[in-house]
């Protein structure tokens, strides 16, 4: 059974109370709140107090996903705002090693995430130190998008480095993750399922997302 992420990136934003709500109620286990700079991705979401109003009305731990450059700069305002993992872009961190001890002195599980045409073997002198690694299956930027086939097979890549290693870190999975593609990653060894549009776009989101928690 995977940890569940509902995407508030593809909640009505005009109705986020409501939406929000909607996720307390469900059998989900995180909010996944995407932030997006216009720099390191092609896209603008939203900030920091947008993420205060969602911590507000949670009843269930934030999942702070950082597309932005310089993410470092943003980890303790993060952790402020109420995140209980905070996720870095490998990509964007010169000093991965120091970011991830960063998010845990701020108090947060740190994680490290990889694009999709970044290689697993990146982490190999960092996964002891991570607390989850999260693997693109799509390129960031928007929600909606198609599952890149190779993700499955990267996140066995994962599981078998985590092993070798003797590490802990949890796997999460995002983008294009509906019950095929989920049913997929979590028998290639994934922990945690981050789903966007399938589960609002769904006539009843609830019963999508208690499906897919029982994958
Ligand atoms: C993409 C974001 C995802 C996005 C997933 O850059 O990181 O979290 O919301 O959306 P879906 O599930 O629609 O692919
Ligand atoms: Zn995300």
Redesign the pocket.
Known sequence: MPILAP?V??ADFANLQRDIELINDSDADWF?I?IMDGVF?PNISFGVPVTEAIAKHARKPLDV?L?IVQPEKYVETFARAGAETISVHWEACPHIHRTIYQIREAGCRAGVVLNPGTPVSVLEDVIQDAGLVLLMS?N??????KFIENAVEKTARLKELILRKNASALIEI????NLETGARLVSAGADVL?????VFSAADPRKIISELKAL
């Not at 960031?140 to 998008?145: A, E, L, N, S, V």
């Not at 995002?174 to 993750?177: E, I, L, P, Q, W």
Request: glycine share 24%; proline share 4%.
């Open positions: 995407s990136l593809a996944h995407d991705v996903h597309m799509v960031p930027g928007f929600g909606g998008q995002d983008g294009g993750v981050v789903a966007g549009s399938f």
